[in-house]
């Protein structure tokens, strides 16, 4: 330890008061050496965080700049405010330092060099507790974010201010996101044992103030034009879109899966730029890979699945709604309730997953039972039943599950079901939720948490915010004061 650190310590008033403390809780007539093991616990946690605040405290004072001017992105900033104090929160709780200000020439917004060398967020954040509630945020609202870091002694970080400070960071990863996710990427490998990468898309609806807006003025215009116009979807809900890569060994085991979570746009356009990329950086390092895509029978998704980058992929529509579609044949043949339509739902399900060619011999015993169903009190079912068959009769060229099995390929699309349901319903359904900004924030931050990226792109989002600022000290002179921005 150097003397300078030395004598900070020394002076440390939390320091004096923990050692107090301490010594009094060792002699047996004092107050605190009847203190219960809890309430000790507690006073130590108090006295702890207020030394460790000191010591931060000095920490980011050394950050300050008293120059006659600064530099920062080539641009001169000349000093307006001297020692003014301000207070940050950290993960122990508020720290208040004095600091300079700087405005440029001609007027304008003030400029902190202590916030930009120190990687101060949002003006207020320090690094470590913006990591801290912004991963928090990605799994809880901001009122339990600030009750949690209260229950965990972190006084500070608002219910306001947690719900701010995602979007912010949201803001800036936006503006970078294909180089850090392009970077994101060159920092994983492919592992040895993969054989195969499967591409999935899918979407959930969302409860949006947006969409309730856009629901409203279709009803009204429908109801000028004195027509009853359909909505589809709910009203008030849009479709957020989620993504997955994911890497398969020749058993068909899951190795790793890469999540993506979209906000609601226009045909899903940055879900599937994603997509290409992910799957481009894998195909780079392993050409050899079996490309698959698994989607379920939506229109939307093989729009993307059926372009020519997918040529050489092996289309597979997930067994479990082909099972779903198949279950709606047998009740409409049946009878919802019936025991035998059970059974031999049962039995086409398997005969379709495990017999090759049994798609085809489902659909032909199905089209016999719709010669059969004539008649009024048969209409509905025989209506139900063509459309369980004509789904499968477009669909049936993707359906060879026995023979993707005996490739050792999946035949399944639950992790991106999967990833519907995690990404976006848990946290973005909760009752009584109705969304109009910050979706994407959160779908961010859960994307790459789920995907084992979100140390990585933490790395780059506080990199971003630790600025290189040069002092200009009398006489002219220039002095770089601080460190060059780390590559994450």
């Not at 972190?154 to 996710?181: F, H, I, Q, Y």
Request: contains cysteine; positive net charge; hydrophobic residues 40%.
């Amino acid at each position: 330890m150097t003397q300078d650190s030395m004598s900070t310590l020394s002076g440390l008033a939390s320091l004096a008061k923990l050692q107090e403390f301490l010594m009094a809780r060792s002699q047996e007539s004092s107050p605190e050496a009847t203190l219960t093991f809890e309430a000790f616990a507690v006073e130590l946690g108090h006295a702890v965080r207020g030394l460790e605040n000191e010591l931060k405290a000095a920490a980011l004072s050394r950050d300050d700049l008293d120059a006659d001017a600064v530099i920062v992105g080539g641009t001169a900033w000349h000093q307006c405010l001297c020692g003014q104090p301000k207070t940050s929160q950290s993960a122990s709780g508020p720290i208040t330092v004095r600091r300079h200000l700087y405005r440029p020439a001609g007027g304008g917004k003030r400029l902190c060099p202590l916030d930009l060398r120190a990687g101060g967020i949002a003006g207020l954040d320090t690094p470590v507790l913006a990591r801290q509630v912004s991963s928090l945020r990605g799994q809880m609202t901001s009122e339990e974010t600030s009750t949690l870091c209260n229950a965990l002694g972190v006084s500070g970080p608002s219910r306001r201010s947690g719900d701010r400070l995602p979007k912010w960071l949201s803001t800036v990863w936006e503006d970078n996101r294909k180089a850090w996710e392009e970077a994101l990427r060159q920092h994983e490998e492919v592992p040895a044992e993969a054989s195969v990468v499967a591409v999935s898309l899918d979407g959930v609806m969302v409860p949006d103030k947006d969409g309730q807006r856009e629901a409203k003025a279709t009803r009204e215009a429908a109801k000028e034009q004195g027509v009853c116009k359909q909505l589809s979807g709910p009203a008030g809900y849009r479709e957020v879109g989620c993504g997955t890569v994911t890497l398969y060994d020749e058993e068909a085991k899951r190795l790793r899966t890469v999540r993506y979570g979209r906000a609601p746009e226009d045909n899903k356009k940055t879900l599937t730029e994603q997509l290409d990329a992910e799957l481009a950086s894998m195909v780079a390092v392993r050409p050899d890979l079996q490309l698959v895509a698994l989607a379920d029978g939506a229109e939307d998704n093989w729009r993307y699945c059926d372009r020519p980058a997918y040529d050489h992929a092996i289309k597979s529509v997930d067994h479990g709604h082909a099972s779903q579609h198949l279950k709606a044949a047998v009740a409409a043949s049946y009878g919802a309730t019936s025991v035998a339509g059970r059974a031999e739902s049962a039995r086409l399900r398997l005969m379709v997953r495990d017999q090759p060619g049994g798609v085809a011999q489902g659909i032909a015993a199905r089209c016999g039972l719709v010669r059969k169903m004539g008649g009024k009190r048969l209409k509905r079912r025989r209506k139900l039943l063509i459309a369980a068959l004509t789904y499968f009769k477009n669909q049936r060229d993707r359906m060879d599950y026995a023979g993707y099995q005996a490739q050792g390929l999946p035949i399944g699309s639950g992790v991106v079901e999967a990833a519907c349901k995690t990404l976006a319903t848990q946290r973005l359904k909760r009752s009584g939720m109705s969304w109009r900004d910050g979706k994407q924030a959160i779908l961010t931050i859960r994307s790459l948490q789920q995907s084992d990226r979100w140390a990585s792109a933490w790395a780059l989002l506080s990199g971003h915010f630790r600025v290189e600022v040069m002092a200009v000290r009398k006489r002219g002179h220039l002095r770089e004061l601080t460190f060059t921005q780390k590559a994450a």
